[in-house]
């Protein structure tokens, strides 16, 4: 709605998980690095774990773009899924053709074994990705484990990647999951932005869809932005987007900190931190309150009652 005037070709800050937009801080490069390290390296099972719209997503795409044809990829989005579920798509994601006859967990994983074999004789790879894996219903974690055992007596026939919320921490650290657990060799824990790269992440967005950030972004704002998204991507995406749409509501061709302020309240304190901290803080304090005038009520009422104790309040 807003490119034209921006003088963008595109939406710099869509919700999309488009790799190109990837902005590679440090720790995404790194994360990045790890990942692309472990499958050369065919280190068997890793982990990547982050907050809500930190980027794990885009992460996982960027990775897939960037791999090239000896390695087959086979990507899950939607953890939800039953045990013979997970090695139905497994295998549909790989182009894995399943013979007539009766679909069982033991053929599924017998036709899968006999894909990474001819894969693996011709020389390639294989990888699997399970995104939003803090979701996997506890049996599917362990028929994931047993897909590990896929290998050859020299090395692992599939890699397998986890990317998840923290809580998929917590659940690998299960007693029941131990194995699966000490199974992962790469791990890495996705933070959100640190202060000063929020005007860098900004600029790769806009210079990325065919703009400048300085002729668009105030100097100004990128503090404001910090406290309101506290460096989630995800969240300073929206802000962005909506204070681009504020400022050509305006007929405006600079976001300022006024304007992202308008975009901060349109926004709403449900999604993002500055405001749901403040909100969350006075919620806090009322109950403390609430709590602490209770109290006092009913020690004053039994001062009443019994004539035994009475607070200097109610004197």
């Known amino acids: 709605m807003y490119e034209a005037y921006f003088g963008l070709r595109e939406n710099p800050f869509s919700l999309s998980p488009d790799p ?16 692309i390290y472990g499958i050369h390296e065919k280190k068997g099972f890793m982990v990547v774990t982050g907050g809500i719209g930190t980027g794990k997503t885009t992460l996982c795409r960027s ?54 074999m001819r894969n693996f004789a011709a020389g390639k790879n294989a990888v699997l990705l399970i995104d939003e894996a803090q979701n996997l219903p506890h049996g599917v974690m362990e028929q994931i484990r047993m897909l590990s055992n896929l290998e050859t007596v020299r090395e692992k026939l599939i890699q397998i990647i986890l990317l998840g919320q923290p ?50 972004f105030a100097p100004g704002v990128y503090g404001r932005l910090y406290r309101a998204s506290r460096g989630i991507p995800r969240r300073i995406n929206a802000i962005c987007d909506r204070s681009l749409l504020v400022a050509y509501g305006k007929d405006l061709r600079t976001v300022n900190r006024q304007i992202v302020g308008a975009a901060i309240r349109d926004i709403g304190p449900g ?45």
Request: glycine share 8%.
């Open 271 to 315: 999604y993002l931190t500055e405001t749901g901290t403040v909100g969350t803080r006075q919620i806090v304090w009322g109950v403390i309150a609430a709590a602490f005038l209770g109290t006092a009520l009913l020690l004053a009422g039994y001062g009443y009652l019994f004539g035994g104790f009475s607070w200097p309040f109610f004197r």
């Open 167 to 216: 809580e998929l921490l917590r659940l690998l650290a299960l007693p029941s999951l131990r194995q699966l657990n000490e199974r992962i060799t790469v791990r890495y824990e996705l933070k959100p932005l640190a202060r000063e790269e929020i005007r860098h992440y900004i600029g790769h967005r806009i210079s990325t869809a065919g703009g400048q950030a300085d002729t668009i």
């Open 63 to 116: 990775l897939l773009a960037g791999l090239d044809d000896s390695v087959a990829t086979a990507l899950i989005f939607n953890p939800a899924l039953s045990e013979i579920e997970l090695l139905k798509t497994v295998n549909q994601e790989f182009g894995v053709r399943m013979e007539r006859g009766r679909a069982t967990k033991k053929r599924y994983l017998d036709q899968l074994n006999a894909f990474l």
């Open 20 to 35: 190109r937009y990837l902005y590679l801080s440090p720790q995404h490069r790194e994360a990045l690095n790890c990942l």
